[in-house]
């Protein structure tokens, strides 16, 4: 049994509420109040991938390419990650619920040779079917959270390709490369009645000369600080900013508990991830980047903020593009 199954449902590593528990009045009425600038007054982009650098990819070295929300694709030491891509709307119907504001960098067809996919849990902005079912097809292994492969198999995707994964287990890829899936706060399900049926996690991805981590969606924790003692140290962390509110703190960690989380974790470059890319709460939606400058200043924190597509090549110091400006 799974360390964190209580027989019935996965559990988080401290008593957390998940959005709405408790204060459903509080969240009607935010839902009923008119927010501005959820969403871009203007399509952002176009955005591209750079082809020349993603097609050729060196050895020794750690490159990110966000392609929007929690879609990164992590090239390290000679070997090519992505995290979970959802190209389409976060939503189980593509005629309604959140739609990007913007269209991936790079389509299924386009994207370079991957060397495996990670998927950190079930949710609709996490894991979209038609992406995955085409992605799938390549070939490309996938590695998730348990129970998640269940769902990936029902769409036709071979049991072989997939290892599901419990928090710290590690699975060794050879030539000195390890995926380790390491604790979350958080919680699953696709729809209202298979809650926390699979489980969600982050993953630690090392290389023989690099080491990064893929924190996905979580709420602040103690554990953090654990992840970074035994599987750090890391060159790149990449937190989540966005789709945050104080209603549902213990699940999303927003800018300020992101930057608090960087500190716990001692990595060396903080990448914000999970926004700018879906309206999926009441904030503004430049505001966590914008936080997170605050935070990162006052906290004295090297931040890496890319624009959509752009490739970043750590060289040990942050890197900020204000791409949002030209978009409000």
């Keep these: ?11 988080n590593p401290i008593p957390t509420k998940m959005g709405g528990d408790g204060n459903m009045g509080k969240m009607l009425a935010e839902v009923l109040k008119k927010h501005p600038n959820t969403k871009p007054a203007k399509t952002p982009g176009p955005f591209h991938v750079d082809f020349e650098k993603l097609n050729n990819l060196p050895k020794d070295i750690l490159r990110i390419t966000w392609l ?30 959140p739609k990007r504001f913007f269209p991936t960098p790079v389509s299924v067809d386009e994207m370079p040779k991957l060397d495996a996919i990670i998927i950190s849990h079930d949710h609709y902005d996490h894991l979209d079917d038609k992406t995955i079912i085409a992605l799938a097809k390549k070939g490309t292994h996938i590695y998730t959270s348990l129970g998640v492969g269940a769902i990936l198999q029902k769409w036709g995707i071979p049991k072989t390709q997939i290892t599901e994964m419990d928090w710290w287990q590690t699975v060794d890829l050879g030539d000195g490369f390890k995926i380790t899936a390491a604790p979350a706060r958080h919680f699953s399900g696709r729809s209202m009645f298979n809650r926390n049926q699979t489980l969600w996690a982050s993953y630690a991805i090392k290389g023989p000369v690099h080491n990064v ?44 508990y992101a930057t608090d989380a960087q500190l716990m974790l001692k990595g060396t470059v903080m990448m914000p991830i999970h926004w700018g890319t879906f309206n999926l709460a009441f904030h503004a939606w430049t505001q966590p980047a914008e936080r997170v400058i605050e935070c990162a200043n006052e906290k004295h924190i090297d931040l890496l903020l890319p624009a959509p597509g752009e490739t970043y090549t750590f060289n040990g110091k942050g890197y900020i593009n204000k791409w949002w400006g030209k978009f409000r």
């Design 1 to 11: 049994m799974a360390s964190n199954f209580d027989g019935k449902v996965y559990i």
């Design 68 to 97: 929007g929300h929690s879609g990164l694709i992590i090239e390290i030491d000679g070997k090519r990650f992505l995290t979970d891509p959802v190209f389409r709307r976060a939503s189980p119907f593509q005629f309604a619920g």
């Design 213 to 256: 981590y893929y924190g996905a969606d979580s709420g602040i924790h103690p554990l953090f600080t654990e992840i970074g003692e035994r599987l750090g140290p890391f060159d790149i962390t990449m937190l989540e900013i966005g789709a945050s509110d104080e209603l549902w703190r213990d699940i999303h960690m927003g800018p300020d």
